[in-house]
């Protein structure tokens, strides 16, 4: 071979060499660019599911506050019932019923506003919490305000009178 002929040999071989080198190089790319694509396929997936999870938390967030709504609600029909109630002091058995479960904590009565009994109340951290109540001694507070439930008359006295 002449030289000009090995000069050829190894220009041909330097060429397939880079060629080889390139499509390797080319390979790389490919791959980093696959890899990049995965991760963005489970960040995608991952976003998904992070939404779903926040939108199952809205949901129930909502229903727990439609519940306290509905109690809410409850609350102020049976006050509404127990304020009718102690206007007429003629009972159904349902609104003595209703009034017993609705009577005062701290004097056992019913009343439209605040516990006439009631001279302090303390309350906790959270601002709701009763953590402390000073009551007016006996005899120095205005009954007057608070109905007692077993004064107040039943609709059927007979089955009442019965019991008794
Ligand atoms: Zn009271």
Redesign the pocket.
Same mark, same amino acid.
Do not use: D, M, S
């Given at each position: 071979m002449t030289a000009l002929d090995w000069l050829l040999l190894v220009g041909t071989l330097v060429s397939v060499a880079m060629l080889i080198a390139a499509h390797f190089q080319h390979r790389e790319i490919v791959d980093a660019q696959a890899r990049i694509m995965r991760a963005q396929e489970v960040r995608l997936v991952e976003g998904v599911a992070a939404r779903t999870a926040a939108e199952q938390e809205r949901d129930a967030a909502s229903a727990a506050h439609a519940e306290v709504l509905a109690a809410n609600q409850q609350l102020t029909e049976d006050l509404a019932t127990a304020r009718a109630v102690t206007a007429t002091e003629v009972l159904t058995p349902e609104q003595r019923a209703t009034l017993l479960a609705n #009577? /005062?904590?701290?004097?056992?009565?019913?009343?439209a506003r #605040? /516990?006439?009994?009631?001279k302090r109340l303390q309350f906790g951290a959270d601002g709701r919490q009763v953590i402390e109540v000073e009551f007016w001694r006996d005899g120095r507070w205005d009954e007057t305000r608070?109905k007692w439930i077993e004064d107040l008359s039943l609709d059927a006295p007979a089955s009442e009178a019965a019991a008794e």
């Open positions: #009577a /005062c904590a701290h004097c056992g009565g019913v009343h #605040a /516990c006439p009994r009631v608070v």
